[in-house]
Nanobody
């Protein structure tokens, strides 16, 4: 059974940094596409970043140059490093693999 558990969210000032982690069980992160999505209040869930088995990554235009997705195969964890955050980054962030989702972690950026 695949389980995804996010952590690392919280309240941060604009311009600051946060590091989100997703501990994965039931599947090896290095063999599959893994992704982070986010959903702001009143909006649809959107892709933030994805990492592929090749190590290639892709990002939403709104976070390019500020966010970095990576994986730690030893810890079977997917990480989203968020730098220079903006108030519009405020959302619940979800870890994703195929049809599996974590419960999400709240990120709130104050101006």
């Amino acid at each position: 059974q695949v389980q995804l558990v996010e952590s690392g969210g919280g309240l941060v000032q604009a311009g600051g940094s946060l590091r989100l982690s997703c501990v994965v069980s039931g599947v090896a992160v290095r063999f599959w596409r893994m992704a982070w999505y986010r959903q702001a209040k009143g909006k649809e869930r959107e892709l933030v970043a994805a990492i592929f088995t090749s190590g290639n990554t892709n990002y939403a235009d709104s976070v390019k140059g500020r966010f970095t997705i990576s994986r730690d195969s030893d810890r079977n964890t997917v990480i989203l490093q968020m730098n220079n955050v903006k108030p519009e980054d405020t959302a619940v962030y979800y870890c994703n693999h195929a049809t599996y989702w974590g419960r999400g972690t709240q990120v709130t950026v104050s101006s």
